[in-house]
């Protein structure tokens, strides 16, 4: 395949969407993706097939890959998540369902006669890999602002007091970014004497950088969770959906199982693995840091509070929870979501405050709603 063999037509088919793609990132305010990276560095990998074929941490016969990288994202997110030394392990998704498929499916083997527990505000993804993974679950009911009821959890699994608990929580709700508190959720299961318990966060949305907050919401490994996972395309961002999942190395442990074929051990959910998404999450925390992600929080959470502030100003009922990047109000008209690319559910739309949203952004959002006749 060389270079320059397109026809015309599909030259130009192929610039159109590069227009079109450019024109859509520009007005892009309802989905949590940042889009203010530059891997350009990174281009000349795109010649390579990279992949990262079994598990990061036991080399591969399959030497073209960033294994190395891999280790260093896995070990910076260890860190951040507070995993116990020496216990943890982890490996680069293709998102953050990914992650909680993984994180479901440890549960299910150390627990097999487990029960799932989530809240009606947890993301769509989790239904269906509960489906796949064949796993029974309850769906418990949200507070007002999107976090789960701790009375309903508590009733529930009082009447299941016979099964293992398997918790997933949410650091941050697609629609509300409601977070779940883990250690709540914790004192349930010690009030109600659960010895078998086994947490998983969905950090997809905010778990990348609720280590940054103060105070710290409960959600990592020292709160109480066994695995996170997070998505890397939205608060780092990446060209290619990825993620992270971080898990305790002793419950991997018990999946392992050494594949002659790839030299390696197959502890992943998919054989061949993206080798090239690792490098942009370590391009990134290299140049970031953790400074610089707390930044970009920082960024996010003042550009939302201004958000709130001014769409209330124009008479719009607009709130967030704490801490929350995530700003919602009532349904925009159709054509306003449309242009702005903005989620909708049960009557309510939001923002998302990436790091790469400005203010100027969210003035031109709210002139473009208050010039729509009908608006709200
Ligand atoms: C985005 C999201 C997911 C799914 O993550 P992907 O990276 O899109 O696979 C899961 N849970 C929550 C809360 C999310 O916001």
Not at 37 to 55: A, E, K, R, V
Request: hydrophobic share 40%; with cysteine.
């Amino acid at each position: 395949m060389k270079k320059n063999r397109l026809a015309a037509p599909d030259a130009a088919a192929l610039q159109q969407l590069l227009a079109r793609v450019a024109s859509c990132t520009k007005d892009f305010l309802g989905y949590p993706v940042s889009k203010d990276f530059d891997y350009s560095p990174l281009l000349p990998f795109l010649q390579y097939p990279l992949n990262n074929l079994g598990d990061p941490f036991v080399p591969s016969t399959y030497g073209v890959g960033s294994r190395e990288m891999e280790k260093e994202v896995v070990s910076f997110f260890a860190d951040l998540f507070r995993a116990p030394e020496n216990d943890w392990w982890g490996y680069v998704t293709n998102g953050g369902s990914e992650g909680n498929l993984y994180g479901l499916y440890l549960a299910r083997e150390l627990y097999p006669k487990g029960m799932v527990y989530y809240s009606e505000a947890t993301h769509y993804s989790v239904q269906k890999n509960l489906h796949l993974l064949n796993m029974p679950g309850i769906i418990i009911r949200t507070l007002p602002n999107g976090e789960i009821d701790y009375d309903d959890l508590e009733h529930t699994i009082s009447m299941n007091r016979h099964l293992p608990v398997i918790m997933l929580a949410n650091i941050g709700t697609t629609m509300t970014e409601a977070r779940d508190d883990v250690k709540r959720i914790k004192d349930i299961l010690r009030k109600l004497a659960i010895r078998h318990h086994y947490i998983h966060a969905d950090g997809a949305l905010s778990g990348s950088y609720s280590a940054f907050l103060a105070p710290r919401p409960a959600f990592d490994f020292a709160d109480g969770a066994d695995s996170i996972a997070i998505s890397g395309h939205k608060f780092i961002g990446a060209p290619i959906p990825c993620g992270v999942v971080v898990a305790k190395k002793s419950n991997r442990d018990r999946i392992a199982r050494s594949v002659a074929y790839i030299g390696s051990m197959d502890t992943t959910i998919t054989g061949s693995r993206n080798g090239h998404s690792p490098l942009f999450l370590w391009y990134a925390i290299k140049c970031l840091g953790v400074a610089g992600l707390e930044e970009r929080a920082r960024h996010s959470l003042a550009v939302a509070a201004y958000a709130v502030e001014r769409l209330n100003e124009n008479g719009i009922a607009a709130w967030r929870n704490r801490d929350a990047i995530t700003v919602v109000f009532p349904d925009p008209p159709a054509a306003v979501r449309q242009r702005w690319q903005l989620a909708s559910e049960n009557g309510w739309s939001h923002l998302v405050c990436m790091p790469n949203v400005n203010r100027q952004q969210v003035d031109a959002f709210i002139a473009t709603l208050t010039s729509m006749p009908a608006a709200i």
